[in-house]
């Protein structure tokens, strides 16, 4: 980590804790951002799909057939998004001013906090909320 990495979660932890957040949900606020984010950059990738009946999410990879094609083959991967969206509902259970904003493009930050009652947070989560990165 170097000096600016520093200052940015210094300071996303300075606002956390005006907004009534302690430094042990900073922190796991930051590890479920980083996490939805890493399963947005895979899905983006066409690395993990999901199954549409069941939900289950896979993992795709090609492997070069001795013929000369391609095979296309998948298993079955542990839902880390979805034990992410659940812990980051347990903390703000904890802060019932707080809502989230899950933004699925991998170019930016996941997670936004926003309060709690906002309509149309699709058009104003990133100059309202908190950027959890």
């Known amino acids: 980590m170097n000096r600016k990495d ?3 979660i210094n300071q996303q932890a300075n606002q956390l804790a ?4 302690t430094w042990d949900e900073t922190e796991k606020l930051r590890l479920i ?16 799909e999901r199954d ?17 094609g391609w095979e296309r ?11 992410a969206l659940r812990r980051l509902k347990a903390i703000l259970a904890l802060h019932p001013g707080w809502d ?3 933004q699925t493009d991998p170019r930016g ?3 936004y906090l926003v309060p709690a ?17």
Do not use: Q
Not at 18 to 21: E, M, Q, R
């Open 6 to 8: 520093a200052m940015r």
């Open 18 to 21: 005006k907004a009534g957040f």
């Open 33 to 48: 951002s980083k996490t939805l984010h890493a399963w947005c950059e895979r899905e983006c990738n066409g690395e993990i």
């Open 52 to 68: 549409g009946i069941a939900d289950k999410p896979y993992h795709f990879y090609d492997v070069h057939k001795n013929n000369g």
């Open 73 to 83: 083959r998948s298993y079955p991967v542990p839902d880390r998004e979805k034990g």
């Open 100 to 102: 989230y904003y899950y």
């Open 109 to 111: 930050a996941a997670l």
């Open 117 to 133: 009652g906002l309509k149309n947070v699709e058009s104003c989560y990133s100059s309202i909320g908190i950027c959890i990165y």
